[in-house]
Nanobody, 126 residues
Framework: EVQLVESGGGLVQAGGSLRLTCVVS????????INWVRQAPGKEREGVAC????????EYADSVKGRFTISDDHAKNTVYLQMNSLKPEDTGVYYC???????????????????WGRGTQVTVSS
């Protein structure tokens, strides 16, 4: 059973950067697409980035394109989200979520994920 553990969240000023980490255990990273999904207070969860580890293909939500970069390290079975030029509207709990045997790197719908981490809080002050 795949397990996901996030870390790296925190409080940062607008314009700053953070790097989130998702450690994947219990499964081969190549068998999954890993997405970062965030939830702002009072809002539904929204996917922001995806990486399909078998070929390294990625996809981003329009709201983060050019600012966020998703990457992975197969040796460490870890996925990262580098977040630059952060805005107050990026505030929320960030989850990593996994889809097994994906056909492409896409922003999946919430009900399509096979596993979720517990999340890490990101707060961007203005």
């Amino acid at each position: 059973e795949v397990q996901l553990v996030e870390s790296g969240g925190g409080l940062v000023q607008a314009g700053g950067s953070l790097r989130l980490t998702c450690v994947v255990s219990g499964a081969r990273l190549d068998d999954y697409a890993i997405n970062w999904v965030r939830q702002a207070p009072g809002k539904e969860r929204e996917g922001v980035a995806c990486i399909m580890s078998s070929d390294g293909s990625t996809e981003y939500a329009d709201s983060v394109k050019g600012r966020f970069t998703i990457s992975d390290d197969h040796a460490k079975n870890t996925v990262y989200l580098q977040m630059n030029s952060l805005k107050p509207e990026d505030t929320g709990v960030y989850y990593c979520a996994a889809v097994e045997h994906p056909s492409a790197a896409v922003i999946f719908r919430n009900h399509e994920y096979d596993a979720w981490g517990r999340g890490t809080q990101v707060t961007v002050s203005s």
